[in-house]
Structure formats: C-alpha cells, structure tokens
C-alpha cells in the first residue's frame, strides 16, 4: 500500500528506464508535484525527490525493485523549492550524489526550517496527520553555475536557467528526448513569477533556449506530461506579464 504521504501519484514510462512521477503529494492537493527517475546501464539519476520524505523513499523504491545494484546514484534538484527537495535525504542515505545549481545550493538548508513550518501549517489544512515525515535537508553534493553535460552511462545534460528561481536547473536526456523542466515550465497553470524570479526577460531567453534542443517530451514541475509546444504556451504566457 502507498503511504499516505506520497499522495497517489500517476506513474508514466516516458520512455524505456525514463519514468515520470505525477502529482505526488503537495500542499495544493489537486496540483501536487512532479519527479522524474532516469535509469542508464551505470546510474539511476532522480529528478527532485517530492516534497516529504514519503515520496523520496517511495521514489527510491521504485528505482530499487528496477536496479541491478551497482548504479551509482544522483539526485539532481531542478531548484531549492521545499515542495521539491523534502524527499531529498531518502536518496541521500542510499548514497546519492546530490546536485544543484549554485544559487539553490546556498540557500536549501537555511530555509527548510522556514519552510517546513509553513508547509506543514498549510498542509493540515488538506491531510490530518504528519505526512511530512523526516524531511532533513543538507547541502548539495556538487553544484553548477552552467550548462554541464555529464556521462553517467547516457549523456545528462543540466541545464543552467535561472527564471522561476535564481537557481533554476532543468534536466535533459538525448537519448530518450525527454527534459525534465521542474518550475520554468508548468502546466494547466501560469508560471509562477515571484520576488525571488529573477527577470522575466532571461527567464524567457532560457526558456527560448530549451527550444533549440531535440525535444520530444517535456515534464514540468508541476501539471500533465507535455509536449514541446507547452515551452511556447509557457514564454507567451511570460510575455505577458513582463507588458
Ligand atoms: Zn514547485
């Protein structure tokens, strides 16, 4: 049985060893939260890790029960939203490697406990019981300021675009020509433009800059399973509001 603190996710095969994971649990019920698991010969690499430490643990289950053991392990966290790193320290015990951006690396551990405070209050309202669990936060492992292309058995391309946050990552794999979008990119609803977004205008130019890529299918942080075309319905959207 799921535990409760991982909500009743949507698994899809995106492509074969590329899962995505659809409205794990979250403060906003009806939207919850995306992650994403990659498997290559040598690694299994996650994509944010849910936002309790519920949907980590169920998250490295997954990969688990489809491992032949000897993967090395990553955590790569497309931005240092809570909703999307709680779940992180279920890989972290397994070994994971973690990586961030820089900027999201600076900040993680300083706001969780913030954070968690309000997370918590917030999600009473939706869940009666703690479906947090033991969401420990530490410093990410490796960071990165730019584009970096990793061989972690497939080429992994993190992609440096800062928008949404000012430390905004998001993954890409030319294998299977899925990107992994976390919050630059939602769907069924509009970007999420906060204080801390840096300027529309480069988080458009990233935006513009995804598209240059051989894309076949695009998970955003939160929403549907979309295809190329949501990264145009996402930078009009941007358009916008910067008039
Ligand atoms: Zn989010």
Redesign the pocket.
Known sequence: MIHPGVGNPQIQEIAPGVFGFIRLI?FFHKIG?NAGIIQTPESVIFIDSGMSAHSGEFLFNFARERMKGTEDLYLILT?K?T??CFGMNEMKKHGATVIAHEHAAEVIVEESDLSKNRIAKMIRKEFPEDVLGNTVLSRPDQTIVRDTVLNLGDEIHILAIPG?TPGDIAVYHPKSKVLFA??AI?EGMDP?VRPDSISIKTWIRNLERLKELDIEWVLP??GALSRRDIIDSNIQYLMREQH
Request: aromatic share 8%; proline share 0%; hydrophobic share 15%.
């Open positions: 979250h939260v931005h939203d909703d999307h949404h976390g919050d939602l999420y942080g939160h």
